[in-house]
């Protein structure tokens, strides 16, 4: 693949998700963003808007292996990772393992699960890799975790800590469709089931070439340093508990990257920035103050207004 084809390869999996998923282009390029930025996805909504359907629909795209793991209080670390069982024939102990050796890992209400339990997670989406037994064992490329979460139930749920939030790199939410987008959904599924209908149009190798092409994706020094000012700008003490981490400065510049290719770019824009803000950086930050998260993202938008942009300069 050359870098040239990213846009034509990221519309070709958009449209083939677009059959299942209504009136969401937006939400559907934000995932693909994270998938070509090699980073892991959020979605937090409400029950019924689409985020399993959106995780399955963009699984059934590529030729890769997908797992589903439903998050309950019950689920132990080992059901995620693998385990040890006895070997009577061999006299030892054989690693077998779990649901998360795989590409694409759907955690379903991930919030449902202990921390300890959510834990298991930590060294899979940031180091790529699980250690058992003093062995590691090394995740086959591409590795996506999409999780979702109802962030309105509470009732029997653990939300999850800023350690493993930081590790998502898009936060997102489908909401609910409009009126039309409505009508079309029922048109759609009156009488066949679209998601049984999609058939892959990528495999894993392409998506791990796009990957290292968005890499490439040219970012101006004054664009870098407009990034870092929205990051500083995040971490004022007077106005939040916790700002955007070093992490959080790379995930958006690997996010940019990524769009940018996606739209046929190779180099990235303000506007790139200005877009994805809130989506890297509103979960990653706690208002003082406030416990809703929603407000993080309003504090996220009114820094991008607030932080001067960089111009062109026209000598």
């Known amino acids: 693949m050359e870098y040239s084809q990213i846009a034509n390869f990221a519309k070709k999996i958009k449209d083939n998700i677009s059959q299942v998923i209504i009136g969401k282009d937006h939400e559907i390029e934000l995932v693909l963003t994270a998938l070509l930025a090699g980073g892991h996805i959020l979605l937090e909504d409400v029950p019924g808007t689409g985020k399993t359907t959106m995780a399955k629909a963009l699984s059934k795209s590529l030729q890769c292996g997908f797992s589903r793991v439903q998050f309950t209080p019950d689920l132990l670390p080992s059901d995620i990772t693998g385990t040890r069982i006895y070997n ?11 649901p998360a050796f795989t590409n694409v890992l759907l955690a379903d209400e991930i919030n449902r699960a202990t921390p300890r339990t ?3 997670l930590l060294e899979c989406m940031e180091e790529r890799q699980i250690s058992d037994g003093g062995v590691t064992y090394r995740l086959e490329e591409p ?3 999409i999780a979702t979460q109802n962030p309105v139930e509470t009732q029997g749920t653990f939300p999850l800590p800023e350690a493993q939030m930081d590790r998502f790199l898009i936060r997102l939410s489908l909401g609910y469709p409009s009126q039309e987008e409505a009508v079309q959904l029922l048109q759609r599924f009156i009488d066949r089931q679209p998601l049984a209908e999609i058939a892959s149009v990528a495999t894993g190798e392409e998506i791990c070439q796009a990957v290292k092409l968005c890499r490439g994706c040219l970012v101006s020094e004054d664009v870098m340093l407009y990034m870092a000012q929205l990051c ?6 007077e106005k939040v508990r916790l700002g955007p981490s070093p ?3 790379l995930a958006l510049m690997r996010c940019c990257q990524a769009l940018a290719a996606i739209r046929g770019r190779d180099y990235v824009i303000p506007d790139d920035v200005k877009e994805l803000a809130v989506p890297v950086l509103a979960h990653r930050i706690l208002v003082r103050g406030i416990s809703y998260q ?4 309003h504090f996220v938008r009114e820094l991008v207004n607030s932080v001067p942009v ?3 300069n026209k000598a």
């Not at 009577?88 to 393992?97: A, D, L, M, P, R």
């Not at 500083?232 to 003490?237: G, Q, V």
């Open 88 to 98: 009577q024939h061999e006299g030892c102990f054989t690693f077998v393992k779990g």
């Open 118 to 120: 959510q834990s298991a």
């Open 143 to 145: 590795f996506l975790v």
């Open 232 to 237: 500083e700008a995040a971490r004022n003490p």
């Open 247 to 249: 992490r959080a400065l």
């Open 294 to 297: 929603a407000d993080s993202r």
């Open 310 to 312: 960089p111009t062109e």
